[in-house]
């Protein structure tokens, strides 16, 4: 896919687009870049934004301390988006709807007692 054409893709996701059709716009996404990453790649990517995002959180955080001689220039909102992208690009390698994976997995903690 040529990026021109993963542009027009992407510009067709909006607040109203549907988990599903994030889902393959994230497959096509890879694809078009030339990521053929191994599941434990997927897994040690997303590790690594997990870590960064643990980082930025640190950082909103007034009680938490800091190197103050190193300049951070991530983004909260940034992070967690790298999460959810790598997060997706495993469900495609696997096969897993995300959606459909979200509601059986709820059902089962639905009727767990958490008290």
Known sequence: M??????????????NSTLKEIQEYITKMMEA???HNTP???????TEEVGELA??????????EMDVKKEYDSCLKYEIADIFIYLLAMCDFYHIDLLEAF???????LDR???
């Open 2 to 15: 040529k990026k021109d054409k993963l542009i027009h893709e992407f510009n067709k996701i909006n607040e």
């Open 55 to 64: 980082k930025e959180i640190r950082k909103t955080e007034q009680n938490m």
């Open 103 to 109: 509601q059986s997995k709820e059902k089962i903690n």
């Open 113 to 115: 007692d958490w008290n």
């Open 33 to 35: 870049n030339g990521f």
């Open 40 to 46: 434990l790649e997927l897994f040690c990517y997303l």
